[in-house]
């Protein structure tokens, strides 16, 4: 696995209030490891749930879905994937599985194991670890935007 940490702002085309993925420590063509960092400030936070914050689900998995289409975007670039996709789509989610709640302040730590990438599309099975405990897992499917 390539050990050189890589931003996700550099990396995906998602911007502020919607890119959660903070950098891809790994990644190699079968799989990669990205951190999410729940800041206290996210604004999510205010209303889900008052006096008792926890990250949405929905939120968990757009950060999973982006730590996998953040591992194909750099191996893309390094020649590791067929293609030169600058976005890559969430598609779908099957087998989602929440497994304890992910408080402010948390890192996640996103697991990504690649199922199958191909010129299109990727399937990937995901975990979302916080302090070495399984939070979240999934298997998550994206697309390449077609240009038309």
Do not use: W
């Not at 891809?24 to 400030?41: Q, T």
């Not at 990504?112 to 990438?117: I, M, Q, S, T």
């Not at 995901?126 to 979240?136: I, T």
Request: contains cysteine; negative net charge; charged residues 25%.
């Amino acid at each position: 696995m390539d050990e050189k940490p890589l931003n996700g702002i550099d990396i995906l085309p998602h911007r502020d209030p919607f890119l959660f993925l903070d950098r891809v420590v790994s990644h190699d063509a079968k799989s990669s490891v990205g951190v999410v960092v729940f800041g206290p400030e996210r604004d999510f936070f205010r209303g889900h749930f008052p006096g008792h914050p926890i990250v949405p689900g929905v939120i968990l998995l757009e950060a999973m879905a982006q730590s996998a289409a953040a591992g194909v975007l750099a191996g893309q670039r390094e020649g590791q994937y067929a293609g030169s996709s600058d976005i890559l789509m969430f598609a779908g989610a099957e087998s989602v599985r929440f497994r304890r709640p992910v408080v402010p302040g948390a890192e996640c730590e996103t697991h990504a194991e690649a199922v199958r990438v191909g010129h299109r599309c990727g399937r990937f099975r995901e975990k979302g670890y916080v302090r070495g405990e399984l939070a979240a897992e999934a298997e998550i499917r994206c697309v390449a935007k077609s240009d038309d």
